[in-house]
């Protein structure tokens, strides 16, 4: 592969330098980091975001464990951030968002954040962050006592500020996100409990609703984990809990079933076939022979929804592409992969910045549909950084075994 071949390790790495200067942009200097528009500037009109400020401290920790230089001083302002801007220091746990002053909008604790707090905590201790120790210790008590649901076997989605009420509805996807954290925490606390809960988690989202459903996963429940197909119809484009099958989760899931697999001594045989069923369905449901780009949404037989095209939905298509070639030496996952990555090159990366254009039309033009803005690094950082690494261990627990 030659050195300027988009996806070569050679253009990953000047690529992923790009993102990260772009990225730093975010760092504010009063506390955490800012959503980032089109041109890196803050937006003023949003909050400081949980989500975003845990990716952003993951994606330092791992840049500083990848020897990026001058990475360390914002995973550690990004660790501050975690344990003092937006922690409940009354009831413990984090808020989902605060205001520029601290203060927290919408008090419910919520799985999809806690989930990326936990994620940063441990990729930020085996980086070695100040005070990432500290950080890891409270997020893994805290999700393991608050979100695991050991009768359902899953998490919970949303519960009070107080954690006296747990709201009725379930999700994928904050379960999805809670399997990648729950991997790379069993790796750096050497606690097997995570990655059994982690197993946990896909016999039943996967095993179970998403074999039952043609391998489109179902992605809302109600209190009783029953499928909820219809959630959503009249908001399609939601950008957490959009109607319909989501390509790029089958994608995603894929990618973390083959790194569960890789993980264990003696994985069940269905988890690598589940994740070629799910990344062989989501190529049926989202690729066309002219045409670049997978879409955001279809419904229950296949059909495209929401058209806008997402920079996540490509970096998690060649993750598990690669993924899947180096569990089963398939060139059809290779050849697919290196589809994408010229795609990315030509479409999805704002060469002017850096950054990747988070949303496109299906025109290929830059759209805000559902997204606006490029707050995000954490899925393109990803896919420029794992191509080169083993399946198992976590990225962060192989980067910091250093060479």
Same mark, same amino acid.
């Given at each position: ?52 400020? #845990? ?10 464990? #990848? ?29 989902d968002a605060v205001d520029f002053s601290g203060t927290p909008g919408d008090t419910t604790k919520g799985c ?171 190529? #049926? ?69 850096? #950054? ?33 690494l083993p399946l198992t261990p976590s990225v962060a627990l192989t980067l910091g075994a250093g060479p």
């Amino acid at each position: 592969m030659s050195p300027n071949e988009p996806g070569s390790a050679a253009w990953r790495e000047a690529a992923r330098t790009a993102l990260l200067t772009f990225a730093r942009r975010s760092r504010r200097d009063a506390g955490g980091f800012v959503w980032l528009d089109d041109a890196g500037e803050p937006d003023p009109d949003k909050a400081l975001e949980l989500w975003i400020n #845990a990716r952003m401290t993951y994606v330092f920790s791992l840049a500083h464990l #990848a020897g990026e230089p001058a990475a360390l001083p914002y995973a550690t302002h990004g660790v501050l951030a975690l344990s003092t801007l937006f922690h409940d220091d009354v009831n413990r746990g984090w808020f989902d968002a605060v205001d520029f002053s601290g203060t927290p909008g919408d008090t419910t604790k919520g799985c999809y954040g806690h989930a990326f707090v936990l994620l940063a905590a441990a990729t930020s201790a085996a980086a070695g962050v100040e005070g990432a120790g500290a950080l890891l210790t409270e997020a893994t008590l805290v999700h393991g006592q608050r979100f695991w649901d050991s009768s359902s076997g899953r998490c919970f989605e949303e519960i009070s500020a107080d954690w006296s009420r747990v709201d009725g509805y379930r999700g994928a996807n904050s379960n999805m996100h809670t399997v990648e954290a729950y991997l790379v925490a069993a790796d750096v606390t050497g606690n097997d409990l995570w990655r059994d809960r982690a197993l946990s988690i896909c016999e039943r989202i996967i095993g179970i609703h998403a074999r039952g459903h043609g391998w489109r996963i179902p992605e809302h429940y109600d209190h009783d984990w029953t499928p909820i197909p219809t959630y959503n119809r009249e908001q399609p484009a939601d950008p957490f809990r959009p109607y319909g099958a989501t390509p790029g989760h089958a994608f995603e899931w894929s990618r973390l079933l083959i790194q569960l697999a890789a993980s264990l001594e003696s994985p069940p045989a269905w988890l690598a076939d589940a994740a070629e069923a799910l990344f062989a369905q989501a190529v #049926a449901d989202t690729v066309s022979d002219d045409t670049p780009g997978l879409s955001y949404t279809t419904d229950w037989h296949g059909e495209t929804v929401v058209g806008e095209l997402f920079h996540w939905v490509m970096a998690e298509a060649v993750l598990a592409a690669t993924a899947l070639h180096a569990w089963s030496g398939k060139d059809s996952y290779s050849t697919l992969a290196a589809r994408w990555w010229s795609e990315i090159d030509e479409f999805f990366i704002d060469h002017r910045t850096g #950054a990747w254009h988070h949303e496109l039309s299906p025109s290929m033009s830059p759209s805000s549909r559902t997204w606006r803005g490029k707050p995000d690094a954490y899925h393109a950082f990803n896919a420029l950084t794992f191509p080169d690494l083993p399946l198992t261990p976590s990225v962060a627990l192989t980067l910091g075994a250093g060479p």
